[in-house]
């Protein structure tokens, strides 16, 4: 097998041929029809993942955690002034070895020199400056030290850039500061609104900075979070400390002649980063000593770990998972990290791409496209479950129904069916001349009639809809509270898939129904919240399902309703009347609108999902008055029976 790679140029699917938009819509369904409406679902969703297929947020956000709580267990805030400690002591006490062994009177000096030296690490680092070993290694372990000391305040202030500054030289040093330099007078430049060249710039040290800035912009702000991290590490000691480590600091820059331009780029990068503040003291639990370096490198992860855990976490006004630092990302946790948020940004837009989702006035929304997507996997998942029934597999061969004959006839096209008109097209063949053709008796007027495909015509007929169906969906705020409130939402949708995409000619109508009942469109299945009213209004939702139905008086016609309490409300005049319990006027008023169904030609069917006493006395009484069909069931197979009996029914 070959393979071929190319470069991202935009148009390529990020999340792979492997996760189609269909699947994340159907991944959200369980949220969307709970009520958490289209952008919950979808924040749920990038919480947990897809399993099989991304990491969601919170499994990236709790190794972010873990990755943080080892790092603040290895930090040691007073390492870098302890290794320095831990190392001058032993230069100092090989140099305090060798004077033992000696008798003149410099020696005691030197002791006495040695014995005088201030307790803080710059202050003995300012006095032994000046001061020549007696031993020789100890003289070199101190040069060494103090070269190791330039070269981690370079890098605890530069990072990447220090790496091209090992064994400091003086000429390195002054083009380091003239780098400064330039890059001070550029940053002045822009503020002035003054031209400026970042190009040449790059082009005489681009070589100091091995990440390759793409434009001031970027330097800058990797200049400022390298800055930061060392402020917060000074805002994490103690006072003493701090003064200890910034009076080292201080000193290092003087001797290499860099502390102006420094103080000049701070000041600059603290302009121009506000929010790149110190933070608040970092916690550690370390023991071991690390070098200043590593120990700013460590206070960098920890911002990179709180950085994102806040973006992921998204508690703040205007947060989009865009705040997410991809880069950042990568270096606290790896590139499949990386790669899953990068995946996690581009569902909504593969979603919208499908027209499976849209924003209006800033609201995420499903669109009808997307119920309908709904719909049909909710179908597939309904037939799966069927198996083998060929009642759940029953396909009709005139989509919507039978036609009925207008008395007219129409030309035959080529691509139609239907049924042939003989008369017309035999006396279509004779008026042409057709008749007499090969094989036709002499003289008897009886020969064959020769037809050709401009001779057929076919019967005209009207399709109309054979079924019209009234769904009514109970939206109480008991549905949600026990359940049901998903399972029969599912079941609307796959009743639409199914009657959309196999019986076109016939028609559904849902209605949802609390205190009011009024029409609803399938999208509206997936918006957010709960109907938090009292009321059962099944009259009002009886009614409005017969104003729909008389629509089509010519066709078989039908309501679903779905409930799981009895009736508790009615209308009187516009305003909805609540009694619980019910009072005898709401179920009168509830089954008189029922009769008006049955005596009107229409079949009732009610699926209920509780037992109650109350609602099973009731559908007693209106299964007696209207004929009706009522079904005690599980929700879970509610679905599965309403497809199941729909199309058993349609097929008679």
């Known amino acids: 097998m070959r393979t071929r790679y190319f470069r991202w140029d935009g148009s390529q699917d990020p999340l792979g041929p492997d996760v189609p938009a269909a699947d994340l819509l159907e991944e959200m369904s369980e949220d ?27 499994a990236i956000r709790s190794r972010l955690r873990e990755a943080r709580a080892r790092e603040q267990a290895q930090l040691n805030l007073a390492g870098p002034l302890a290794d320095l400690r831990e190392r001058l002591e032993d230069l100092i006490e090989r140099e305090r070895s060798t004077l033992s062994f000696k008798a003149e009177d410099d020696a005691r000096t030197r002791e006495a020199f040695l014995d005088a030296l201030p307790p803080d690490v710059p202050g003995k680092i300012r006095e032994l400056t000046d001061y020549r070993f007696v031993d020789p290694q100890a003289q070199r372990d101190f040069d060494e030290l103090m070269q190791r000391v330039k070269e981690e305040v370079l890098e605890a202030y530069f990072r990447n850039m220090a790496e091209g500054l090992r064994n400091l030289s003086q000429e390195e040093l002054s083009r380091f500061k003239d780098m400064l330099a330039e890059l001070n007078d550029m940053i002045e430049k822009r503020e002035r609104g003054e031209p400026f060249d970042f190009d040449g710039f790059m082009e005489r040290y681009g070589d100091l900075f091995p990440d390759r800035p793409n434009d001031l912009d970027e330097l800058l702000e ?14 994490s000691l103690s006072a003493e400390q701090r003064a200890e480590l910034s009076a080292l600091i201080d000193q290092a820059m003087a001797d290499m002649d860099l502390a102006f331009e420094v103080d000049r780029l701070s000041s600059s990068l603290s302009s121009a980063f506000p929010d ?60 499949q990290a990386a790669q899953d948020v990068r ?9 919208e791409r499908a027209g499976l989702v849209s924003r209006r006035d800033g609201r ?21 479950r069927l198996g083998r029934d060929r009642e759940g597999t029953h396909e009709a061969r005139e989509a919507g129904g039978l036609a009925e004959p207008t008395g007219g006839t129409r030309p035959w096209q080529f691509g139609d069916s239907g049924q042939i008109a003989v008369q017309r097209s035999v006396f279509n063949a004779v008026a042409r001349g057709g008749a007499g053709g090969p094989g036709a008796g002499a003289g008897t007027g009886g020969g064959a009639v020769s037809l050709v495909p401009e001779d057929f015509e076919l019967v005209e007929a009207e399709q109309r809809t054979e079924t019209a169906t009234a769904l009514l969906l109970d939206l109480s705020f008991s549905m949600p509270l026990r359940g049901h409130f998903v399972h029969a939402k599912k079941m609307a949708l796959a009743l639409h898939a199914l009657i959309e995409g196999r019986y076109p000619h016939d028609r559904l109508y849902m209605v949802g129904f609390s205190d009011y ?15 938090r009213v009292y009321g059962t209004n099944m009259q009002h939702a009886f009614n409005l399902a017969g104003r729909l139905l008389s629509r089509h008086p010519r066709a078989a016609r039908q309501v679903i309703m779905v409930t799981d309490g009895e009736p508790t409300a009615h209308l009187e005049g516009e305003e909805a009347f609540f009694s ?47 004929a009706g069909r009522v079904f005690l069931m599980d929700d879970q197979e509610l679905g599965e029976f309403v497809v199941r009996d729909y199309v058993s029914r349609r097929g008679r």
Do not use: C
């Open 343 to 351: 995946r996690l940004k581009q569902i909504e837009k593969a979603l």
């Open 364 to 384: 995420l929304e499903v669109t009808p496209k997307g119920a309908r997507k709904l719909g049909e996997r909710a179908l597939v998942r309904v037939f799966e």
């Open 222 to 235: 990797n200049m400022a979070r390298r800055m930061a991290a060392l402020g917060r590490l000074m805002a």
């Open 580 to 626: 619980w319990p019910p009072v005898p006027k709401t179920i009168h008023l509830t089954l008189a609108e029922a009769l008006k169904l049955s005596r009107a030609g229409v079949t009732l069917n009610v699926f209920m999902l509780e037992g109650s006493p109350g609602l099973i006395r009731f559908m007693e009484r209106l299964a007696r008055l209207t």
């Open 276 to 335: 790149l503040s110190s933070g608040e003291p970092a916690l550690a639990a370390g023991e071991e000593a690390m070098p200043l370096a590593a120990t700013v490198d460590a206070m960098e992860r920890l911002h990179d770990f709180e950085d994102l855990e806040r973006a992921m976490r998204g508690d703040y006004p205007g947060a989009s998972l865009d705040d997410v630092d991809e880069d950042a990302l990568r270096r606290t946790l790896g590139d």
């Open 32 to 58: 969307l029809l709970s009520g958490a409406g289209a952008q919950g679902a979808m924040s749920r969703m990038l919480r947990r993942g897809m399993q099989g297929r991304f990491t969601g947020l919170d």
């Open 517 to 531: 009942a009024r029409q609803m469109q399938p999208q509206d299945l997936t918006a957010s919240g709960w109907e």
